[in-house]
């Protein structure tokens, strides 16, 4: 797989193509250098998909004017 290129891809578009990728990983079928151009390719698109959500995250940030808590530390309904 070629070098992830900065695209106009979604976030669900480069996390598809992750998944291919891992899956073709895992296969174990592959030679050493194909392997580690892939490699290379999942991970510029991990690195994409990452700066999309933190770009999100700031955005919401923005929109509320609150800082995100991490999802562990939400109180249940009823408590």
Same mark, same amino acid.
């Given at each position: 797989?070629?070098? !992830?290129?900065?695209?106009? %891809? ?12 891992? !899956? %073709? ?6 030679? $050493? ?7 290379? !390719? ?8 990452? %700066? ?10 923005? $929109? ?16």
């Amino acid at each position: 797989m070629p070098k !992830a290129a900065k695209d106009k %891809s979604t976030l669900e578009e480069k996390l598809e193509a992750l998944r291919k990728i891992t !899956a %073709s990983l895992e296969k174990g079928d592959q030679p $050493l250098d194909k392997a580690l151009v892939e490699f290379e !390719a999942g991970i510029a698109i991990y690195r994409e998909c990452l %700066s999309m959500i933190e770009e999100a995250e700031r955005r919401v940030r923005i $929109l509320t004017g609150e800082e995100l808590k991490p999802f562990e530390e939400t109180t249940e309904v009823g408590e």
